[in-house]
Antibody, heavy 115, light 106 residues
């Protein structure tokens, strides 16, 4: 059974950075084309970016370009998402999502940005 | 930029058919997916490629597509189907979610 296990909740101050990890078990990370989706409290789902296997590159939503970096450590089958210059509006649950059809989701990591 | 538009809420009684629509220009040329999200849980894929149902999803869930609209149909909705539903599609280097529809089965 394939599982995506995310790192624990984070509390950050405005202007700081946060790095969320997502470890894959039951499959190789390279088979999953990992993406990241976030959800602010009481709001909808927002795609942030992910690996496009057709181009072989990581693509980012325009909204986050310059502020987000998504990396993969294939030696540990762990994906990472780092978001910098945090502001209060970045308070959200961050999900890693894998599979060609987004059929695999982590449980989410709550990131709270507060002074 | 592309947008996907869903009704904010849909309400049905148990056993009735619930239909949730999702409209957007990109759906004329790209497939749609549907995700179900219950409170405090991660989303679950219920329909992909407009009409395909993943294994483990009940047969009462079905999808259809016409022009610039995709529709999620829940035939004989059950109380446990009460959730938020999000449509999704991909275009160029963008991946887009609809705003979500709260389905009430009461």
């Amino acid at each position: 059974q394939v599982q995506l296990v995310q790192s624990g909740a984070e509390v950050k101050k405005p202007g700081a950075s946060v790095k969320v990890s997502c470890k894959v078990s039951g499959k190789s990370l390279t088979e999953l084309s990992m993406h990241w989706v976030r959800q602010a409290p009481g709001k909808g789902l927002e795609w942030m970016g992910g690996f496009d296997p057709e181009d072989g590159e990581t693509i980012y939503a325009q909204k986050f370009q310059g502020r987000v970096t998504m990396t993969e450590d294939t030696s540990t089958d762990t994906a990472h998402m780092e978001l910098s210059s945090l502001r209060s509006e970045d308070t959200a649950v961050y999900y890693c999502v894998g599979g060609w059809y987004f059929d695999l989701w982590g449980r989410g990591t709550l990131v709270t940005v507060s002074s | 930029s592309y947008e996907l538009t869903q009704p904010s809420s849909v309400s049905v009684s148990p056993g009735q058919t619930a239909r949730i629509t999702c409209s957007g220009d990109l759906l004329a040329k790209k497939n749609g997916r549907w995700f179900q999200q219950k409170p405090g849980q991660a989303p679950v894929l219920v329909i992909y490629r407009d009409t395909k149902r993943p294994s483990g999803i009940p047969e009462r869930f079905s999808g259809s597509s016409s022009g610039t609209t995709v529709t999620l149909t829940i035939s004989g909705a059950q109380v446990e189907d009460e959730a938020d539903y999000y449509c999704y599609s991909a275009a160029d280097n963008n991946r887009i979610f609809g705003g979500g529809t709260k389905l009430t089965v009461l």
